[in-house]
């Protein structure tokens, strides 16, 4: 069985580190703080050099290295944040590296892994596969493989992030930190509750990706039989064994969030906070507000893993977001294929004090007679009640409306 990391382990790495990544600030936020009725601190690891919390893992663990295996170089399998924080290792510590991501793996992730010197290649539909895939990398050409969480000094990497907010906040009730394959989660569980044996440890997954909780349920690692969500960061279908072990050991409970709560999260990072989140960094704030964690009137810290999100999945969340608080009205109808019935509709509109963002005005729909246009109109609206507001007036008009509710829920 592999040893398990100690805490003189996860001190050397704080030694190690230093110089190298970042001491990420703890924030607080009065706002969510009355969101959620108890003061929750982030500790900002989308801050962090490379975008996330992986750097702290990865230079650790190359750093370890012979000057043999670095002559060899590294190879590593990632969706995204392990893939730049192996890179921006290789590059520090002197060695070469080859990186294997899923193929539907971020653009932004991909360039950036690229930028820091690594060699990219794309395989299969998921971290497992890529996984097996720099497996056998290791296997032909000698090059030593950096597991992005299994691993004892990778763990103890990740493992400072808990020296670091208990130095910070030593008598904080709870810690809700994200769970993937569990590289994370082990680390931090560790240090923190070493210097304060009380605080209790969450784990958070996305309900797409529930892996580790499906394991922790049957009492042995069992791979999930697939993963979908938005937060990519933590797709991951088989845990850890070394993880899985330690997860046993240290953490209290882990609980799930959907794709409507960690998309809800982004926003509020996003419009509150000024916070580039990704999704695998906003669960811990996700079970927050869906009331996954008892928090009560405790002190609450959550660990935002990383900020690498996809611009065009930011993009859609955001237009989905603002639909579901009623700050965004999209519409169709159908007018009479007249001259001014579109500037009637549009007149209207406006009575109501609605600002048109996008109009599409289609005389050859199929479902529609010969004397009629369709419209769709994406509004811009105060909140859900102005959106009753104008579907009534409109009803009110005449016009025969449908409205589109979209879920976020419903995100790829």
């Known amino acids: 069985m592999t040893k398990w990391p100690t805490l003189d382990d996860?001190?050397?790495?704080?030694?190690?580190?230093?110089?190298?990544?970042?001491?990420?600030?703890?924030?607080?936020?009065?706002?969510?703080?009355?969101?959620?009725?108890?003061?929750?601190?982030?500790?900002?690891e989308?801050?962090?050099?490379s975008g996330?919390?992986?750097?702290?893992?990865?230079?650790?663990?190359?750093?370890?290295?012979?000057?043999?295996?670095?002559?060899?170089?590294?190879?590593?399998?990632?969706?995204?944040?392990?893939?730049?924080?192996?890179?921006?290792?290789?590059?520090?510590?002197?060695?070469?590296?080859?990186?294997?991501?899923?193929?539907?793996?971020?653009?932004?992730?991909?360039?950036?892994?690229?930028?820091?010197?690594?060699?990219?290649?794309?395989?299969?539909?998921?971290f497992d596969d890529a996984f097996d895939e720099a497996l056998r990398i290791s296997r032909e050409t000698g090059r030593v493989l950096i597991h992005a969480f299994d691993d004892p000094l990778v763990i103890a990497g990740q493992g400072t992030i808990g020296l670091e907010l208990m130095d910070e906040r030593a008598t904080l009730d709870a810690l809700v930190v994200p769970i993937g394959g569990g590289g994370l989660i082990s680390g931090i569980a560790l240090a923190a509750k070493a210097r304060n044996p009380r605080v209790k440890v969450i784990g958070v997954q996305a309900a797409g990706a529930p892996a580790m909780l499906q394991s922790r349920q049957l009492g042995r690692v069992e791979p999930a039989l697939s993963v979908r969500t938005i937060a990519d960061g933590i797709a991951v279908k088989r845990p850890g064994d070394l993880t899985f072990a330690m997860i046993q050991q240290y953490v209290d409970d882990i609980v799930t969030v959907d794709e409507h709560d960690i998309s809800r999260a982004i926003l509020?990072?996003?419009?509150?906070?000024?916070?580039?989140v990704e999704g695998a960094g906003a669960v811990g704030l996700a079970a927050l507000l869906a009331g996954k964690v008892p928090v009560g009137?405790?002190?609450?810290?959550?660990?935002?893993?990383?900020?690498?999100?996809?611009?065009?999945?930011?993009s859609r969340i955001i237009e989905k977001g603002l639909v579901e608080e009623g700050r965004q009205l999209h519409l169709h109808t159908v007018i009479p294929d007249r001259p001014g019935q579109l500037s009637r509709l549009l007149e209207r509109v406006a009575a109501l004090k609605a600002n048109v963002i996008r109009v599409n005005h289609e005389r050859w729909d199929p479902g529609i007679a010969p004397?009629?246009?369709?419209?769709?109109?994406?509004l811009e609206t105060r909140n859900e009640a102005h959106r009753q507001e104008i579907l009534q007036d409109l009803f009110n008009q005449g016009y025969v409306v449908s409205a589109e509710t979209s879920q976020m829920s419903q995100l790829p």
């Open 297 to 314: 009137n405790q002190a609450v810290a959550t660990v935002v893993s990383g900020g690498n999100i996809d611009v065009t999945l930011l």
């Open 268 to 276: 509020i990072f996003l419009e509150r906070s000024k916070l580039l």
């Open 52 to 126: 996330s919390f992986k750097l702290r893992g990865a230079y650790n663990r190359i750093r370890h290295l012979s000057s043999e295996e670095l002559a060899r170089g590294v190879v590593a399998a990632s969706a995204g944040n392990h893939a730049q924080g192996v890179a921006l290792a290789a590059g520090l510590v002197g060695t070469t590296a080859v990186i294997v991501t899923p193929e539907g793996a971020s653009l932004n992730k991909i360039e950036a892994t690229r930028s820091y010197g690594a060699e990219v290649r794309q395989v299969g539909e998921s």
């Open 10 to 44: 996860v001190r050397q790495a704080e030694s190690a580190l230093a110089g190298v990544t970042y001491r990420t600030p703890l924030q607080e936020s009065s706002y969510i703080n009355d969101l959620i009725g108890s003061r929750v601190f982030f500790k900002l």
């Open 371 to 378: 004397v009629d246009v369709s419209v769709d109109l994406v």
């Open 46 to 49: 989308n801050l962090q050099r």
